[in-house]
């Protein structure tokens, strides 16, 4: 575990603004997935207050980043003087464009997909000239069509790239829940000594996957545990956030969840 | 077939309920590739998955485009994202492909009518209610993608602007609907005319539009030369080229290179003062 100080925080919800002000003290930062909107009469303050992190879509690191992204990122990461810029390891769209599902969904594990991504990101990091971190994304059904498990896709990525890995820790439970496996063991696979950020976050029961998923909600107490596990492996870790953004996030969800954090891994 | 091309096969499979629905029945109908794709994976379980995908996309844009309406709910007891778990949305679900047109005037239609069936209540405490949710719907159908069209010689208007007339001033009274308020804010009673139009990028942008823009907009088939338009409307061709630039960035119109010889530099043109609403 490291020694220097290191960040808990949440997500930028603008309808909690209010109270995730008066909560300062408590959260250190807060992960940007959204750009302020322009009437946003909190965000001054926001800025001021927090340390805040890019966690926009940017692209999808399987294709070229068209130059306009770039820009976008660019002027992002500036606003917010993020210290690190982070993207999805996912792929959401065709490459011609025409079909988006527009919800975080991983490439395949393949080795033209790695070169792929280990290009674009390249050329994103001496674009914006921050450190990117990128985060593990589950896949709900069974595809046989890898040639490397996720594990060993992302620690190739992370070495030829020197960005950091953002694990999060509901996405590694999704994966192995799916997959049948214990969670504990999954993420001995992943790269965890790589690790620069560590989400935290709730899921719920969907009727449409008859099963559990990503929510706007708290994490139980297993999950908390679950994290400080993975915590306790992760040497390089710089900060831990509540990833919850969404209308749907109750008032309260942020406080509680980043006391309830900071008190299981014993960053108070 | 290389993995990048597999990966959009899947990708469809997740977006395009029918494309899923034929593939499921028959997937060599659809040729070796996506025949070997869906061999590789439990299509029964991405059928579940695009089933939530399609609810979570269409909810997204509901909570963002018809954010007024929910705003009002408590005054309406209609949260528009009800529809969701709707019978009808869920025959509707197999015949929706994600982002594109044709789905969202289908669930456009299906958001009307639940605003819309039987509201007098809601007309009388909220008069203006039928132009906010003509002035949403109309917003939520631009944000899909156009079908694609072909090059045309001249500047055309784009297949996703639209003009959407009202009896209300809405502008002038949005962002006070965010708000707590004690007694509604009501917008002038004035007829009103909106541009909404759909950038590249898929940024959806709603300008007043007086009837000169109209006019110009109407105009523009892609078979007239600019210059000729500009004689017709009596407009000076240095300030058309600009307004059809200005008109080009909200993705208004669709053009081919340059629209004219004429120098830029002029005046703003006054049809396009723009200003954009949330």
Redesign the interface.
């Known amino acids: 575990m490291p020694t220097e100080k290191i960040l808990v925080g949440a997500f930028y919800n603008p309808h909690l603004a209010e109270e995730t002000l008066a909560s300062a003290g408590l959260i250190d930062h807060l992960a940007m997935a959204d750009p302020p909107?322009k009437?946003d009469p909190y965000f001054p303050q926001i800025r001021e207050r927090f340390v805040l992190l890019l966690h926009d879509y940017i692209h999808q690191l399987?294709d070229p980043i068209p130059p306009?992204a770039l820009e976008r990122a660019r002027q992002l990461a500036e606003l917010y003087r993020t210290t690190w810029v982070a993207e999805h390891c996912q792929?959401?769209?065709?490459?011609?464009g025409?079909?988006?599902?527009?919800?975080v969904?991983p490439?395949?594990y393949?080795r033209?997909?790695l070169d792929?991504y280990t290009e674009n990101a390249k050329v994103l990091m001496n674009a914006l000239g921050r450190p990117l971190v990128m985060e593990q994304i589950p896949r709900?059904?069974?595809?046989?069509?890898d040639?490397m498990t996720e594990g060993e896709f992302l620690r190739e990525f992370f070495e030829a790239t020197g960005a950091g890995f953002l694990l999060d820790i509901a996405h590694a439970w999704l994966e192995a829940h799916y997959r049948g496996k214990p969670a504990r063991e999954y993420l001995n696979t992943l790269p965890l000594d790589l690790a620069t950020e560590l989400h935290v976050a709730g899921m719920t029961e969907?009727s449409?996957?008859?099963g559990p998923?990503i929510a706007p909600v708290e994490p139980t107490d297993d999950m908390l545990d679950l994290a400080a596990w993975a915590f306790e492996r992760m040497p390089e870790v710089r900060a831990v956030t509540f990833d919850a953004f969404s209308?749907l996030l109750q008032p309260g969800a942020i406080p509680r969840t980043v006391e309830r954090t900071r008190k299981r891994l014993n960053l108070i | 077939m290389n993995s990048r091309q597999a990966q959009d096969v899947i990708l469809r499979l997740l977006a395009d309920g029918p494309f899923r629905a034929s593939v499921m029945a028959d997937a060599a109908a659809q040729g070796a590739d996506v025949a070997a794709v869906a061999r590789g994976v439990d299509m029964a379980a991405l059928d579940r998955f695009g089933r939530f995908l399609c609810r979570h996309y269409y909810r997204e844009r509901i909570v963002h485009y018809f954010k007024y309406a929910r705003a009002l709910a408590p005054m309406t007891d209609r949260p528009p994202e009800v529809v969701l778990k709707s019978a009808e949305f869920k025959a509707l679900m197999p015949r929706l492909i994600l982002g594109e047109r044709t789905s969202a005037q289908a669930v456009a239609d299906l958001l009307k009518a639940h605003l819309t069936r039987e509201a007098e209540a809601i007309r009388a405490a909220i008069p203006f209610w039928d132009d906010l949710v003509a002035y949403q719907a109309v917003f939520f159908l631009s944000d899909a993608r156009p079908a694609a069209s072909e090059a045309r010689r001249y500047p055309t208007r784009a297949e996703s602007t639209t003009l959407l007339e009202l009896e209300w001033d809405l502008p002038a009274v949005l962002p006070a609907l965010l708000r707590p308020f004690s007694r509604l804010p009501m917008p002038p009673r004035q007829r009103t005319r909106l541009l909404f139009a759909r950038s590249p990028e898929g940024e959806v942008t709603v300008v007043r539009c007086n009837d000169a823009l109209r006019d110009l907009l109407e105009g523009l088939t892609g078979d007239v030369e600019p210059a000729s338009l500009a004689a017709r409307l009596g407009l000076d061709a240095a300030s058309l080229e600009k307004t059809l630039r200005q008109l080009e960035r909200l993705g208004a119109i669709i053009a081919q290179g340059s629209f004219s010889s004429s120098h830029v530099g002029s005046e703003p043109a006054d049809a396009t003062t723009a200003r954009k609403y949330p």
Do not use: G, I
């Open positions: 909107e009437n399987a306009h792929c959401v769209m065709t490459e011609d025409r079909f988006n599902v527009d919800y969904f490439p395949l393949t033209q997909m792929r709900y059904f069974r595809a046989d069509l040639e969907y449409d996957l008859e998923w209308t």
